[in-house]
């Protein structure tokens, strides 16, 4: 079976920055891919990595360690917009079905 | 451009009855994916869909659920009869999947579904 591990909740301030991780035990690779999902919504996409290294995309940065099965999601100059649930999703069979962790709720206060 | 939509949007039925949730992919898209979403159990793939044909249904809790693709811009997912442990957030996403590499999935709106 596929695992995927990331932490419940995180909270920080409005202006600051924020490390999401995620880890992950899967029987083959083929993608990692970030998600945000705020409430009552529909997750829309946020970045993909499938080699080693940092993807930066704005404010929003990925980084994945294929030896590791270690990733995680950077958010900076955090905004009041970013609180959400942020999941992490790995194509571990590589038959491009996706499995999700639970999500990072994360929270942003002024 | 139009994104995957789904309808209803919303739900409410008495249990026992029968539910069709319905869904159009974004066109171009070759694979479309069920998903279901609650807070016990997060997100779950029910089966997907590649070229109208069904890859993957191991994640289809039991017989009471069933999906059809008949063509590339139309896809069914059926609960009879319906139980109050279905009610939850069902998405539908597609995406253009090739030996290429991945493609992100884009997720419609999803049917918020009460059984009551």
């Known amino acids: 079976g596929q695992n995927i591990d990331q932490p419940t909740e995180m909270t920080a301030t409005e202006g600051a920055i924020v490390q999401i991780n995620c880890t992950y035990q899967?029987?083959?690779?083929?993608?990692l891919f970030w998600y945000q999902q705020h409430a009552g919504e529909a997750p829309t996409f946020l970045s993909y990595?499938?080699?080693?290294g940092l993807e930066e995309k704005g404010r929003f940065s990925s980084f994945l360690s294929r030896s590791k099965g270690y990733s995680y999601l950077l958010l900076k100059e955090l905004q009041m917009k970013d609180s959400a649930s942020y999941l992490c999703?790995?194509?571990?069979?590589?038959?491009?079905?996706?499995?999700f962790g639970a999500g990072t709720t994360v929270t942003v206060r002024a | 451009d139009a994104g995957v939509i789904q309808s209803p949007r919303h739900e409410v039925t008495e249990m026992g009855q029968e539910v069709t949730l319905r869904c159009k992919p974004i066109?171009?898209?070759?694979?479309l994916f069920w998903y279901r979403q609650t807070m016990m159990r997060g997100l779950e793939l029910l089966i997907y869909?590649?070229?109208?044909?069904?890859?993957?249904d191991s994640g289809m809790p039991e017989d009471r659920f069933s999906a059809k693709m008949p063509n590339a811009s139309f896809s069914t997912l059926k609960i009879q009869p319906s139980e109050p442990r279905d009610s939850a957030v069902y998405f539908c996403?597609?995406?253009?999947?090739?030996?290429?590499?991945?493609?992100?999935?884009?997720f419609g709106d999803g049917t918020r579904l009460s059984i009551l």
């Open positions: 996403a597609s995406s253009f999947v090739s030996r290429g590499g991945n493609q992100p999935q884009h």
């Open positions: 899967t029987s083959g690779f083929n993608g």
């Open positions: 990595n499938v080699l080693d």
């Open positions: 999703a790995v194509d571990g069979s590589n038959d491009y079905k996706l499995s």
């Open positions: 066109s171009g898209h070759n694979s």
């Open positions: 869909f590649n070229n109208n044909v069904p890859i993957d």
